[in-house]
């Protein structure tokens, strides 16, 4: 253990002294200032302390020295600084540096302090997250000067520093292997943290990340570090680009304990390579770097003593551009959406166009099921398009342009609406398109621009189809329905004096309340049977057959649902011919001729 002292007895140091101190450091001296020896440096440096503007610090001033011990194999450990809860409020370095690990403070309730600083670091423009990790830092029993311990008010970052220097200390003792490698100390140490989520948000940071930029990795756990350290698996490897096995320096590759939630990162360096040392257990892995595509691998397994290799080739995400237009017009559709979702599944990708139907979407690379839609046009989708390692896929649309069709189904005469009414509509060569109404008997449709029958349908109601509707693009067209209820009469028609079915006999039935309907007829089949579909209401029916008297039923009531049976006996008839003349021969033009059937009574006046 050795110690430099840096500022004056009221706590008051420079750029200067501290330079001294941290060059002293790197290669202690003799008591006289002679000799220094780089072979006597501490594996840990604690800088519990921040260089201030007033004491001749910017925030660049120490950073070549703070480099410099890292380069030789030195932590350095930092207080964060005390000018909290503001976000950004860590300003002072060494505390700010990557090449510091920085420590913020919680109290005895396992609480962040208040005054213990938050990143992100905005005073060197870095935007870098800070602390690293918290420690004990509120009201701490500790060495004094002079000799001994005492529980007075120590309280700030400093303290938490403090500790966090000697977990490092310890990891050190329990593992030698980690002497000099700073990174896989570094990650140890935040590895066995206890992660804590909750933040101020700062940087962006979302609920129950970890890290962030009030815990960082989270709470200091000094033996479950020297734990890790006794028992630890080493897992080392390169992150390249997928298509030209480029290395990617400044890859991130972060560990996270799928029991613990102990998180372990690492940067891969110019080589694109990267080390972490980890607790046996079970991590999930991500690969990531910014313009490239993250990989992912769940349940890898670590065990105590393992040495593996894991590399991460990632791809590049590609391009997803083209236009969309009107069909019918070529016209570039403006402010149309364009839709992007994974065939494998995940969250969807959207643009919109520009003022020349154009759209450009990043994407990973893979499938999607792509659609585009726009204002008063019919939607399109394209499934399975690919998207290739940093290349652009092109994929144009044409929408149809399209109108709504709406209306009401009802009834016709009591205007009761009628739920559920079928609708159709069908338009030269294009399949029909068929939809139903909704309780209240109302429907809205889109269709494609274009000319249509319209037909409706409801059961034991009379179909009504509509023609030359046209629909127009952006359109709204109107058209109510009003169905007539249905009923029908069966029956047979027969030879009034045998009882013989008589065949194609003709059935007409005409409204005999005034309606203005047309005659309805039906040919009745090879035994005379026959059935009537008709509109509610009384109806006169006739039965005719060729050499038949017609038969006559008048009022007969047709009603909602109701088959009513009804026959006919039709009486035959032929024909009698001949002249009447008078006594001298002639023939009498007029004479009236009256035919009675035999044993019947004359009529009146008759012979």
């Known amino acids: 253990w050795v110690a430099c002292k840096a500022m004056d007895r009221f706590s008051v140091g420079s750029a200067s002294t501290f330079l001294e101190c941290l060059q002293w450091m790197l290669a202690p001296t003799d008591l006289a200032g002679q000799n220094p020896d780089p072979g006597q440096a501490p594996h840990v440096v604690n800088t519990s302390w921040g260089c201030r503007q007033s004491d001749g610090c910017a925030a660049a001033t120490l950073a070549t020295a703070i480099d410099n011990l890292a380069a030789a194999g030195i932590l350095v450990t930092a207080s964060v600084g005390n000018t909290g809860p503001e976000c950004s409020s860590s300003k002072e370095p060494p505390g700010i540096y990557p090449s510091a690990l920085a420590s913020g403070a919680f109290d005895h309730n396992d609480q962040i302090v208040s005054f213990s600083s938050r990143g992100p670091v905005a005073v060197d423009g870095s935007g870098r997250r800070k602390p690293d990790l918290t420690a004990p830092g509120w009201r701490i029993f500790s060495s004094v000067s002079g000799g001994g311990y005492a529980a007075i008010n120590w309280s700030g970052t400093s303290m938490a520093s403090a500790h966090t220097a000697g977990a490092a200390a310890l990891v050190l003792q329990a593992q030698p292997a980690l002497i000099g490698d700073l990174n896989g100390l570094a990650q140890l140490l935040q590895g066995a943290a206890d992660p804590r989520g909750d933040n ?136 149309a959406t364009l839709t992007a979702t994974p065939a494998a599944g995940g969250p969807a990708v959207q643009a919109t166009t520009n003022a020349a139907g154009a759209y450009s979407l990043q994407l990973d690379v893979g499938a999607y099921h792509v659609s585009a839609s726009a204002l008063n046009h019919l939607p399109s989708t394209a499934e399975n398009v690919l998207v290739q390692d940093a290349a652009t896929t092109t994929l144009d649309f044409q929408l149809q342009g399209a109108g709504t069709l709406a209306g009401a189904v009802k009834q016709f005469g009591s205007g009761q609406p009628l739920p559920a009414a079928s609708v159709q509509a069908r338009r030269a060569g294009q399949p029909p398109v068929q939809w139903l109404a909704d309780a209240a008997g109302d429907y809205s449709q889109v269709l494609p621009q274009g000319v249509y029958t319209v037909t409706t349908s409801y059961p034991q109601h009379e179909a009504v189809a509509l023609a030359n509707v046209a629909i127009a693009t952006g359109s709204t067209v109107l058209r109510d329905f009003s169905l007539y209820p249905l009923g029908a009469v ?62 006559m039923a008048r009022d007969h009531v047709v009603a909602l649902g109701i088959v009513s049976l009804l026959d006919f006996s039709l009486v035959g008839q032929g024909a009698l011919a001949g002249s009447v003349s008078g006594d001298g021969g002639a023939l009498l033009a007029g004479a009236p001729v009256t035919a009675r059937p035999e044993g019947s009574a004359a009529p009146a006046g008759a012979p």
């Open 490 to 551: 069966r029956g047979q028609a027969r030879n009034a004096d045998t009882g013989q079915p008589l065949p194609g006999a003709v059935l007409t039935a005409s409204p005999s309340d005034g309606r203005t309907l047309p005659p309805r007829s039906f040919t009745a089949g090879g035994d005379g049977r026959f059935e009537l579909v008709l509109p509610t209401g009384p109806y006169d029916l006739t039965a005719r057959q060729a050499d038949y008297v017609d038969s």
């Open 200 to 335: 101020d948000g700062c940087g962006g940071d979302l609920p129950g990340q970890v890290p962030n930029n009030r815990w960082g990795y989270g709470a200091l756990d000094a033996f479950a570090a020297v734990q890790t350290a006794l028992g630890q698996a080493t897992v080392s490897g390169q992150v390249s680009h997928a298509g030209s096995g480029v290395p990617l320096p400044g890859a991130q590759v972060v560990f996270t304990n799928t029991q613990t939630s102990g998180v372990v990162g690492a940067q891969a360096d110019a080589n694109g390579s990267y080390q972490v040392y980890l607790p046996a257990g079970a991590y999930d892995v991500a690969a990531s770097r910014s313009g490239y595509q993250s990989q992912t691998q769940t349940g890898y397994a670590v065990a105590a003593g393992d040495d593996l290799l894991l590399d991460f080739h990632l791809l590049m995400p590609g391009w997803l551009s083209g236009a969309v237009t009107d069909l019918n017009t070529h016209q570039p559709l403006a402010g």
